[in-house]
């Protein structure tokens, strides 16, 4: 039996929670959104992820009311929130400094949003204690926020956005101030916590290691734009550009003009090296320009010229940079250039194979790399 | 090298206010003498420990007595902490307003409003009280003005009212109710603000139950800073208010200067001491705990 694949950005019939329609938001002359259009699902978990001043923060802040659109609309289930302020909308926000109201026990503080809503009182008591057991904080209800630690902190910022049962939660960089090991817990948490309450979440970060792990779609913007929206998988395998490529993770970028030969793409990049090879860009003409992103990974080293490889390449071994888990192997063509590869360290590492100013050749297949537009 | 840095203050504390204390406590105890000072007994060394039992058997809480029997030194404690009560609040309600917008305007601006704020303790004291006389006499700034405009048609009554020793007091400690509470209030995380909106807010309720609790403190150590002062206040009841307006420190000057009777003008001073100590207490209290919620 196949499991049901949750992927309603396929479905033409899918109705979505929040359509941007063509937003714009300005500034003064400072251009934040730039005619933005992007739908997001219910029960999805949304990935806005950008450098900083991409607007990643702005779209944020007009889902909770903090700002409006100063052109287009955002509808949140078909009705426009424009004229709607924060304090009617069926949407919560947990704050990047958590924004914990300090004179507040942290049952006050996931209570206060449910006493706004003129709850009964025994009905109140219920959800906190609720949240309080979904983000295992129970023993510190009585305390104040500055007698917990930074982690119990962003875990009740994410009690009390959800203690409303929002329709959509935004999370601006909710593990920012996190440490990385804590961070990596908190993730898994964060999708646990998502998929039990099945609430849509929205979240702004600029890790983009974050965005892949708990992100069922990811947008990658830059400058007020989205460059690109898709699963991590696809964001990943088959970026749409170099920024989206150079963006995440780790990449080669290599640029030349292109050379379709059959079912082939070959790209001249660099004199006296061999064509690259991979799978054919759409339209791509003759003496085109184009770009070769390959993942490091995908590169792999060998001392001898490897036999049947689609592409092989010989440097030299210019500098290594030991992870522990893997190396990266930054290797220099015999035109000054750097290509990086990646191993796994499967040996201990006095067995290392290769050393600095070794001879090697780089080779990968033709499906390993994407060619780019642009 | 330790101990002398801490002696400093405790040193200070002995010859500015211990050793002052002791002497009018001692002079509140005395009977009045015509004489050169106006008491009995004084001290005298040379005569060695009987002459300092005998200078003891002297002492006796008289003063004190008295104070309880003339219903105006009672009636001038109670009018006095109902003005200062009621000008506290006053100076809270003008003050608070200014101190949040201070603390919101920009950046750039907000050396400057700090400085318009204290700009006026550059001129004398007793200078800026006598000119509230020009401004509230019936020939005054504020009358012509209101007369002008045709709000009014007769001169108001207000300098040598309470109503003027409320403005003079308001006016002088406006900038101690001010800067505690501006301190607070620009500490203040403008996202908490968001996040009581985004939790179900209006503004007002989000300034209700965020702001006000957030500013408690700035607002407890400015009503103690306008208080404390206000409750042994002379120059403004005597400037402004009129022969009704009664005040303890009016009292205590008269018993000083006119009747020139130390020894009760020390134990009403004595009493005034006593009656502030609680208050004292109250704001040092608060100081520490705010240090403590800092940390």
């Not at chain 1, 006050?108 to 709850?119: S, T, V, W, Y």
């Amino acid at each position: 039996m196949a499991l049901d694949v949750f992927a309603p950005w396929d479905d033409p019939n899918a109705k979505p929670l929040i359509q941007f329609q063509n937003v714009t938001k300005r500034f003064g002359d400072f251009t934040a959104i730039d005619d933005l259009t992007v739908d997001i699902f219910e029960k999805e978990f949304f990935a806005l992820l950008g450098p900083s001043g991409c607007g990643k923060t702005t779209m944020m802040r007009m889902l909770a009311g903090f700002e409006t659109p100063t052109e287009g609309q955002i509808l949140l289930a078909g009705e426009d929130i424009g004229p709607v302020p924060p304090n009617k909308r069926a949407v919560n926000m947990m704050f990047q400094s958590y924004a914990l109201f300090p004179h507040l026990s942290i049952w006050e503080n996931i209570a206060f949003g449910l006493r706004r809503d003129k709850m009964p009182k025994d009905q109140i008591g219920e959800r906190v204690e609720e949240m309080l057991r979904l983000t295992r904080l129970e023993k510190f209800a009585r305390r104040k926020p500055h007698q917990i630690s930074g982690g119990q902190r962003q875990r009740v910022a994410l009690a009390r956005s959800l203690a409303k049962a929002p329709k959509l939660l935004l999370l601006d960089e909710p593990l920012g101030a996190l440490d990385k090991k804590l961070r990596q817990e908190t993730q898994f948490e964060l999708m646990d916590i998502q998929e039990t309450t099945g609430t849509t979440f929205v979240i702004v970060t600029h890790d983009q290691e974050e965005a892949m792990t708990v992100a069922s779609r990811v947008a990658v913007m830059d400058h007020g734009k989205i460059i690109q929206v898709s699963t991590p998988d696809v964001i990943y395998e088959a970026p749409n550009s170099t920024y989206v490529a150079d963006f995440i993770g780790d990449v080669n970028l290599l640029s030349g003009k292109a050379d379709p030969q059959g079912d082939k793409l070959h790209m001249h990049w660099a004199e006296g090296q061999p064509a690259v090879v991979g799978s054919p860009l759409e339209g791509a003409t003759k003496g085109q320009d184009v770009h070769y992103a390959i993942r490091p990974e995908k590169v792999s080293i060998s001392a001898e010229k490897p036999e049947n490889a689609a592409n092989a390449i010989q440097g030299e071994v210019h500098d290594i940079a030991y992870l522990g888990n893997i190396s990266t192997y930054h290797v220099k063509l015999a035109g000054g250039q750097i290509i990086k590869a990646q191993s796994a360290n499967n040996r201990r590492i006095s067995r290392r194979a290769f050393t600095w100013e070794d001879k090697v050749w780089l080779s990968w297949t033709d499906t390993a790399g994407v060619f780019l537009e642009r | 090298m330790r101990r002398l840095l801490i002696a400093i203050p405790y040193l200070w504390l002995l010859a500015l206010f211990i050793v002052p204390f002791v002497i009018v406590f001692k002079i509140s105890l005395s009977d009045l003498a015509v004489a050169i000072p106006p008491y009995t007994p004084t001290l005298d060394i040379a005569e060695g420990w009987a002459g300092f039992k005998a200078f003891l058997a002297e002492l006796d809480f008289e003063n004190y007595i008295w104070l309880t029997e003339d219903a105006l030194y009672w009636k001038a404690y109670l009018s006095s902490l109902k003005i200062a009560v009621i000008s506290t609040l006053l100076t809270l309600l003008v003050g608070y307003p200014i101190a949040y917008g201070m603390a919101r305007a920009p950046e750039e601006w907000r050396a400057m409003l700090f400085m318009l704020v204290i700009l006026p303790f550059w001129t004398s004291f007793l200078i800026r009280v006598y000119s509230w006389m020009g401004i509230l006499s019936q020939e005054g700034y504020l009358n012509q003005v209101l007369l002008w405009i045709g709000v009014i048609n007769e001169p108001l009554v207000i300098l040598n009212t309470n109503i003027a020793v409320y403005i003079g007091i308001v006016y002088t400690y406006l900038p101690f109710m001010i800067l505690p509470i501006y301190a607070a209030l620009e500490k203040l995380d403008i996202s908490l603000l968001e996040a009581a909106e985004d939790l179900g807010c209006s503004r007002f309720s989000a300034f209700w139950l965020v702001t006000i609790p957030l500013s408690k403190q700035g607002i407890i150590a400015g009503s103690f800073l306008v208080f404390i002062p206000t409750i042994g206040e002379f120059v403004i009841p005597s400037l402004l208010g009129g022969s009704r307006t009664l005040m303890i420190g009016k009292v205590l000057w008269e018993e000083f200067f006119s009747n020139r009777d130390w020894p009760v003008a020390s134990a009403v001073a004595v009493v005034l001491l006593l009656i502030l100590i609680i208050p004292i207490v109250l704001f040092q209290r608060n100081e520490q705990k705010q240090r403590e919620a800092d940390q």
